[in-house]
């Protein structure tokens, strides 16, 4: 019950959610969705843990999420290279990533021309694929496009989940949906 108040308290979601999250995630996943673990990205789902040279800044202070055609979810999000790393570190720190997944128990799947994608099935059957990308000539979520590539500097994260398995998950997924839709005037 420390927990739900914990949550309760410092991300202002309602109880239900609150409760929702409780019965259908374990502790860990808890403190993270209470902004215990800013380090990780997809806190309470993926907890990959954040390279130093990249940050939740700009367009990727936001996580997307939505449903699938087929009956799951999906959601995405991205890390942004800092501005005083040069803009050779992108793809290094991309590859770093990859190897973080793998140490994590995912697996690789393919290789894409821009990254790669991992596949995982966790213990309670939920099989989850995750594709990390090099974006070199575009941006997610941010209002101003500059004309320079350089500035183009984002490493992105699209994760799926779908069948029966996965669903012990979407209530964080809902929870970052309310925590973007409290937070979408906050300033990057």
């Not at 991300?11 to 808890?30: H, N």
């Not at 393919?110 to 966790?122: M, N, Q, V």
């Not at 320079?148 to 012990?168: K, L, M, P, W």
Request: charged residues 20%; positive net charge; aromatic residues 10%.
């Amino acid at each position: 019950m420390i927990c739900i108040k914990t949550l309760k308290k410092s991300s202002k979601f309602s109880f239900g959610m609150a409760f929702l999250i409780g019965t259908a995630l374990p502790p860990a996943a808890l403190a993270n969705s209470a902004g215990l673990h800013n380090d990780t990205i997809l806190s309470g789902i993926i907890d990959l843990p954040r390279q130093a040279e990249t940050a939740a800044i700009d367009g990727c202070a936001k996580v997307q999420t939505g449903l699938t055609i087929g009956g799951g979810f999906m959601l995405f999000t991205c890390e942004k290279l800092r501005p005083y790393y040069p803009i050779s570190e992108h793809e290094i720190v991309a590859k770093r990533y990859h190897s973080a997944l793998q140490e994590m128990g995912w697996r690789q799947a393919k290789t894409l021309d821009d990254g790669a994608e991992f596949t995982r099935r966790d213990t309670y059957g939920c099989t989850a694929n995750l594709s990390v990308r090099v974006w070199k000539d575009r941006a997610i979520n941010e209002t101003i496009l500059r004309k320079s590539r350089e500035v183009y500097r984002q490493i992105v994260f699209t994760a799926n989940y779908n069948g029966a398995a996965c669903e012990r998950y979407y209530p964080m997924v809902q929870a970052m949906k309310q925590h973007n839709n409290t937070n979408q005037f906050a300033t990057r």
